[in-house]
Protein backbone atom coordinates (compact mmCIF):
# COMPACT_ATOMS: atom_id res chain seq x y z
CA UNK A 1 0.00 0.00 0.00
CA UNK A 2 1.04 3.66 -0.43
CA UNK A 3 3.13 5.18 2.58
CA UNK A 4 3.52 8.35 3.83
CA UNK A 5 3.67 10.94 0.82
CA UNK A 6 4.95 14.57 1.37
CA UNK A 7 4.85 17.27 -1.03
CA UNK A 8 7.02 19.55 -2.16
CA UNK A 9 10.11 17.22 -2.01
CA UNK A 10 12.00 20.49 -2.00
CA UNK A 11 11.21 24.07 -1.60
CA UNK A 12 13.62 27.48 -1.70
CA UNK A 13 12.28 30.43 -0.45
CA UNK A 14 13.27 34.05 -0.30
CA UNK A 15 13.62 34.70 3.51
CA UNK A 16 10.34 36.72 4.97
CA UNK A 17 7.90 34.50 2.70
CA UNK A 18 5.44 32.18 4.38
CA UNK A 19 5.66 28.01 3.21
CA UNK A 20 3.54 25.37 3.37
CA UNK A 21 4.24 22.35 3.59
CA UNK A 22 2.11 19.15 3.23
CA UNK A 23 1.92 15.67 4.53
CA UNK A 24 -0.07 12.53 3.06
CA UNK A 25 -0.45 10.27 6.13
CA UNK A 26 -1.31 6.41 5.58
CA UNK A 27 -4.79 5.83 5.30
CA UNK A 28 -6.81 4.55 8.75
CA UNK A 29 -3.53 6.42 10.75
CA UNK A 30 -5.22 8.69 13.34
CA UNK A 31 -1.36 9.69 14.92
CA UNK A 32 0.43 12.21 12.73
CA UNK A 33 3.88 13.68 13.58
CA UNK A 34 5.95 16.67 12.66
CA UNK A 35 9.35 16.98 12.81
CA UNK A 36 12.59 19.18 11.83
CA UNK A 37 16.02 17.04 11.24
CA UNK A 38 19.04 19.87 10.98
CA UNK A 39 22.24 18.54 9.89
CA UNK A 40 23.81 16.48 12.50
CA UNK A 41 21.33 17.52 14.74
CA UNK A 42 18.73 14.63 15.31
CA UNK A 43 14.72 14.47 14.82
CA UNK A 44 13.48 17.55 16.74
CA UNK A 45 10.00 16.95 17.07
CA UNK A 46 7.27 19.98 16.27
CA UNK A 47 3.81 18.78 16.91
CA UNK A 48 1.62 15.57 17.27
CA UNK A 49 -2.20 14.74 16.11
CA UNK A 50 -4.07 12.13 17.69
CA UNK A 51 -7.50 11.30 16.52
CA UNK A 52 -9.70 14.54 17.38
CA UNK A 53 -7.85 15.44 20.30
CA UNK A 54 -6.16 18.78 20.61
CA UNK A 55 -2.88 18.53 18.71
CA UNK A 56 0.38 18.72 21.46
CA UNK A 57 2.00 21.61 20.20
CA UNK A 58 4.84 21.46 22.72
CA UNK A 59 7.58 21.28 20.11
CA UNK A 60 6.84 24.09 17.75
CA UNK A 61 10.00 26.89 18.11
CA UNK A 62 8.52 29.97 17.79
CA UNK A 63 4.66 31.23 16.60
CA UNK A 64 5.73 31.55 13.21
CA UNK A 65 5.38 27.36 12.92
CA UNK A 66 1.74 25.92 12.51
CA UNK A 67 0.01 23.12 11.85
CA UNK A 68 -3.19 21.83 11.44
CA UNK A 69 -4.58 18.31 9.92
CA UNK A 70 -8.12 18.15 7.83
CA UNK A 71 -10.39 15.56 8.44
CA UNK A 72 -8.31 13.05 10.65
CA UNK A 73 -5.77 12.90 7.17
CA UNK A 74 -3.81 15.20 5.79
CA UNK A 75 -1.26 17.95 7.45
CA UNK A 76 -0.17 21.11 6.35
CA UNK A 77 2.87 22.74 8.27
CA UNK A 78 2.75 26.13 7.98
CA UNK A 79 6.06 28.97 8.70
CA UNK A 80 5.35 31.96 8.36
CA UNK A 81 8.22 35.14 7.95
CA UNK A 82 10.93 32.56 7.26
CA UNK A 83 14.06 32.46 8.73
CA UNK A 84 17.14 31.08 7.04
CA UNK A 85 17.66 29.07 10.83
CA UNK A 86 14.39 27.45 9.47
CA UNK A 87 16.47 25.24 7.04
CA UNK A 88 16.20 21.76 7.54
CA UNK A 89 14.65 18.85 6.35
CA UNK A 90 11.04 18.79 7.68
CA UNK A 91 9.81 14.78 8.60
CA UNK A 92 6.36 13.64 8.80
CA UNK A 93 5.36 10.44 10.47
CA UNK A 94 1.99 8.60 10.90
CA UNK A 95 1.01 5.73 12.91
CA UNK A 96 -1.79 3.39 13.75
CA UNK A 97 -2.38 5.24 17.20
CA UNK A 98 -0.59 6.17 20.57
CA UNK A 99 -0.55 2.38 22.04
CA UNK A 100 2.46 0.73 22.43
CA UNK A 101 1.08 -1.86 19.82
CA UNK A 102 0.37 0.88 17.55
CA UNK A 103 3.02 3.86 17.97
CA UNK A 104 5.32 2.27 15.06
CA UNK A 105 5.98 5.53 13.44
CA UNK A 106 6.38 5.30 9.33
CA UNK A 107 8.06 8.51 7.82
CA UNK A 108 7.14 10.22 4.98
CA UNK A 109 10.49 11.10 2.69
CA UNK A 110 10.35 14.80 3.87
CA UNK A 111 10.53 18.16 2.53
CA UNK A 112 13.80 19.81 2.21
CA UNK A 113 13.15 23.45 2.94
CA UNK A 114 16.16 26.13 1.90
CA UNK A 115 15.97 29.98 3.21
CA UNK A 116 17.72 32.08 1.01
CA UNK B 1 23.08 17.87 28.60
CA UNK B 2 20.92 15.79 25.88
CA UNK B 3 18.26 13.19 27.24
CA UNK B 4 19.53 10.80 24.44
CA UNK B 5 23.17 10.45 23.51
CA UNK B 6 24.53 9.01 20.30
CA UNK B 7 27.76 9.61 18.51
CA UNK B 8 27.55 10.96 14.91
CA UNK B 9 30.78 9.12 13.89
CA UNK B 10 31.06 8.08 11.01
CA UNK B 11 32.17 4.59 11.58
CA UNK B 12 34.09 3.24 9.00
CA UNK B 13 33.86 -0.80 8.53
CA UNK B 14 34.67 -3.66 6.27
CA UNK B 15 31.88 -5.70 4.93
CA UNK B 16 31.18 -8.82 7.04
CA UNK B 17 32.31 -6.62 10.01
CA UNK B 18 30.52 -7.11 13.20
CA UNK B 19 29.29 -3.30 13.87
CA UNK B 20 28.24 -1.86 17.74
CA UNK B 21 26.18 1.48 17.87
CA UNK B 22 25.17 2.25 20.85
CA UNK B 23 23.08 5.52 22.72
CA UNK B 24 22.94 6.29 26.61
CA UNK B 25 20.53 8.31 27.98
CA UNK B 26 19.66 9.62 31.20
CA UNK B 27 15.82 9.65 31.85
CA UNK B 28 15.05 6.11 34.00
CA UNK B 29 11.22 6.64 32.50
CA UNK B 30 12.19 5.84 29.10
CA UNK B 31 10.32 2.08 28.70
CA UNK B 32 10.08 1.77 25.11
CA UNK B 33 13.09 1.56 22.97
CA UNK B 34 13.77 1.97 19.26
CA UNK B 35 16.38 1.70 16.34
CA UNK B 36 16.00 3.55 12.71
CA UNK B 37 17.67 3.07 9.57
CA UNK B 38 18.37 6.45 7.23
CA UNK B 39 19.06 6.53 4.03
CA UNK B 40 20.50 9.58 2.33
CA UNK B 41 17.66 11.53 1.32
CA UNK B 42 14.85 9.41 2.39
CA UNK B 43 12.86 9.20 6.07
CA UNK B 44 13.97 7.27 9.08
CA UNK B 45 12.08 3.51 8.68
CA UNK B 46 12.07 1.29 11.75
CA UNK B 47 14.50 -1.52 12.47
CA UNK B 48 13.88 -3.11 16.02
CA UNK B 49 11.40 -2.14 18.82
CA UNK B 50 12.10 -3.84 22.54
CA UNK B 51 10.31 -2.97 25.61
CA UNK B 52 12.44 -2.67 28.66
CA UNK B 53 15.62 -4.26 29.56
CA UNK B 54 16.65 -7.32 27.24
CA UNK B 55 17.96 -8.48 23.92
CA UNK B 56 16.11 -8.84 20.72
CA UNK B 57 17.32 -10.76 17.24
CA UNK B 58 16.37 -9.88 13.54
CA UNK B 59 17.95 -11.46 11.46
CA UNK B 60 21.58 -9.94 11.51
CA UNK B 61 20.01 -7.56 13.88
CA UNK B 62 20.42 -7.20 17.56
CA UNK B 63 19.04 -4.50 20.11
CA UNK B 64 20.28 -4.60 23.61
CA UNK B 65 18.90 -2.78 26.35
CA UNK B 66 20.41 -2.36 29.92
CA UNK B 67 18.06 -0.11 31.95
CA UNK B 68 20.61 -0.24 34.73
CA UNK B 69 23.01 1.87 32.74
CA UNK B 70 20.98 3.37 31.00
CA UNK B 71 22.45 1.99 27.65
CA UNK B 72 21.34 0.76 24.58
CA UNK B 73 23.06 -1.04 21.47
CA UNK B 74 22.23 -2.38 17.66
CA UNK B 75 24.75 -5.26 16.58
CA UNK B 76 25.19 -5.54 12.97
CA UNK B 77 26.26 -9.15 12.11
CA UNK B 78 27.89 -9.84 8.82
CA UNK B 79 27.12 -6.02 7.48
CA UNK B 80 27.04 -4.94 4.05
CA UNK B 81 27.87 -2.23 1.90
CA UNK B 82 23.33 -1.82 1.55
CA UNK B 83 23.73 -1.17 5.65
CA UNK B 84 25.77 2.01 5.09
CA UNK B 85 22.96 4.55 6.67
CA UNK B 86 22.62 6.99 9.59
CA UNK B 87 21.30 4.84 12.38
CA UNK B 88 19.18 6.70 14.86
CA UNK B 89 18.33 5.52 18.27
CA UNK B 90 15.08 6.46 20.14
CA UNK B 91 13.33 5.77 23.19
CA UNK B 92 9.83 6.71 25.44
CA UNK B 93 7.81 6.69 28.40
CA UNK B 94 5.18 4.08 28.72
CA UNK B 95 1.75 6.21 29.92
CA UNK B 96 0.93 9.90 30.66
CA UNK B 97 0.61 10.91 27.01
CA UNK B 98 4.44 9.92 26.36
CA UNK B 99 4.14 8.85 23.14
CA UNK B 100 6.03 11.14 21.39
CA UNK B 101 9.73 9.40 21.44
CA UNK B 102 13.30 11.28 21.70
CA UNK B 103 15.59 10.63 19.18
CA UNK B 104 19.64 10.42 18.97
CA UNK B 105 21.11 13.02 16.36
CA UNK B 106 22.06 9.00 14.68
CA UNK B 107 25.07 7.48 14.08
CA UNK B 108 26.55 7.54 10.17
CA UNK B 109 27.32 3.85 9.38
CA UNK B 110 30.05 3.76 6.38
CA UNK B 111 30.39 -0.25 5.06
CA UNK B 112 33.11 -0.63 2.45
CA UNK B 113 33.85 -3.48 0.57
Known amino acids: GAGVSQSPSNKVTEKGKDVELRCDPISGHTALYWYRQSLGQGLEFLIYFQGNSAPDKSGLPSDRFSAERTGGSVSTLTIQRTQQEDSAVYLCASSLGPGPQDDEQFFGPGTRLTVL | QKEVEQDPGPLSVPEGAIVSLNCTYS??????FMWYRQYSRKGPELLMYTYSSGNKEDGRFTAQVDKSSKYISLFIRDSQPSDSATYLC?????????????FGRGTSLIVHP
Open chain 2, 27 to 32: NSAFQY
Open chain 2, 90 to 102: AMRGSSGGSYIPT
